[in-house]
């Protein structure tokens, strides 16, 4: 189905917003404000649509021409000036704020380093197989067929060099791509790069150790599960990676969550260094980069994964602070917010959970800093904040160019 629109405004997300002939919302990928194209329905809905855009006709000023094929796959903001995105995520988080009736104090525009291109030092490829043999791929936006691709301009070129190394082993052993499920590639700022590769077999082929490799671990994942659950089957070589943030070093594995676009989260990093008053509980830990960086004396790292918190352990243990990690999810460790003591949250995309809220409200910690992937569940939580905090500051940062995701970080005090 086929419908010319004109496009209003982007939205989160990352759509244009337009309307069709029979009065529904249409969202739409690959379009920007302003512009007239025709669309392809890719999803019908009673109340609204999601569309592609197939062909511009009156095309916006910012706009640019996608440099890699399957832009929309992985990053669909390629179509617009590198100003215009910074501009437009400014602008999307204001309106979510304003809509959640969140005050913000005045703040500058989106910050970034400038590097547009090969920032990532995570990405993950699925496989496609044929008469040529096996080759990386990635699902194309709005469908389940894949695409094959080299690699992607976002990944940091090691990434790449070691993802289509260990594919083309795997080529010449002839395996099947339906006994592969993905590769998740990893790499340091030095570029050493550890890989998880996924497969469908309880018993896989043993591989070497491709020089672009400097790990690599085979886990096993039942295809028929619903539930998304992984076994070992056996790791090669060092799976470790280290690097250097305000100048402490953090180690952490392929497994560890870590920060994607490390110069600009060591720019947020350097926010919350600043405005920390007093020795942290640091809930979402992760591998403890945040509540580690910017400690001075004493910091509490609590992590719910396991590998996770081991990892935190390590780092906490190299550190010159007094440092605890405690093992539990945030909403199970909800005796960690004391009254006496700021709290960083640095929580996933669905944000706090009420009970995390209502012990916020309810105990009162003198400072809440808020580093946020999800701007939309960040003026959420803040809504139900602002009876007890002020917003002392606020930042937008562009951790990942040419894709609508933004990040942001909220510091409040007490009223």
Same mark, same amino acid.
């Given at each position: ?178 006994? &592969?499920?993905?590769?998740?590639? =990893?790499? /340091?700022? %030095? ?5 998880? +590769?996924? #497969?469908?077999? $309880? ?41 250097? &943030?305000?100048?402490?070093?953090? =180690?952490? /594995?392929? %497994? ?5 676009? +490390?110069? #600009?989260?060591? $720019? ?51 550190? %010159? ?95």
């Amino acid at each position: 189905m086929f419908e010319n629109v004109t496009i209003e405004k982007l939205v989160h997300g990352g759509q244009g917003l337009g309307q069709l002939a029979d009065g529904r919302k249409v969202f739409v990928w690959g379009a920007l404000p302003g512009e007239q194209v025709q669309v392809r329905i890719i999803k019908n809905k009673r109340s609204y649509a999601e569309a592609i855009a197939e062909e511009v006709i009156v095309a916006a000023p910012e706009r640019r021409v996608p440099d890699e094929e399957n832009y929309l796959a992985t990053s669909p903001w390629q179509i617009m000036t590198f100003a215009a995105e910074n501009t437009y995520k400014k602008a999307i988080v204001e309106e979510l704020f304003a809509h959640q009736k969140v005050v913000l104090p005045t703040f500058a525009d989106t910050v970034h380093d400038d590097h547009e291109w090969q920032y990532r030092n995570k990405m993950e490829y699925g496989f496609w197989g044929d008469e040529a043999g096996l080759h990386l791929a990635l699902y194309g936006r709005g469908s389940h067929a894949k695409q094959i691709v080299a690699g992607s301009k976002l990944a940091m070129p090691a990434l790449d060099a070691a993802a289509n190394a260990l594919c083309a082993q795997l080529s010449v052993l002839h395996t099947r791509s339906g006994d &592969l499920q993905s590769l998740i590639v =990893r790499c /340091d700022q %030095d570029g050493k790069v550890v890989a998880s +590769l996924m #497969v469908s077999l $309880k018993k896989f082929t043993q591989l070497s150790l491709p020089p672009e490799l400097q790990g690599l671990r085979v886990y096993y994942v039942n295809p028929n599960s619903s539930v998304r659950s992984s076994r070992l089957l056996y790791e090669l070589g060092n799976y470790t990676l280290q690097d250097k &943030l305000l100048g402490k070093p953090f =180690r952490y /594995d392929g %497994d560890s969550f870590f920060q994607i676009n +490390l110069p #600009v989260f060591e $720019k947020a990093l350097a926010q919350i260094k600043a405005r920390l008053v007093g020795d942290p509980i640091d809930m979402y830990a992760g591998v403890g980069v945040i509540g580690l960086s910017a400690a001075k004396q004493q910091v509490t790292l609590v992590e719910s994964h396991a590998a996770t918190a081991a990892m935190a352990q390590v780092n906490a243990q190299a550190s %010159d602070l007094q440092a605890d990690v405690v093992e539990a999810s945030t909403e199970r460790a909800l005796d960690c917010i004391v009254a006496d003591r700021p709290i960083i949250f640095d929580p996933p995309r669905a944000g706090l959970h009420p009970k995390i809220v209502e012990q916020l409200l309810d105990v009162q910690p003198p400072q809440i800093i808020y580093l946020s992937c999800d701007p939309a569940t960040q003026a959420r939580d803040l809504a139900g904040l602002q009876q007890n905090y002020a917003i002392d500051f606020f930042e937008v940062y562009n951790f990942f160019p040419h894709t609508p995701h933004i990040e942001t970080l909220a510091v409040l005090s007490r009223k």
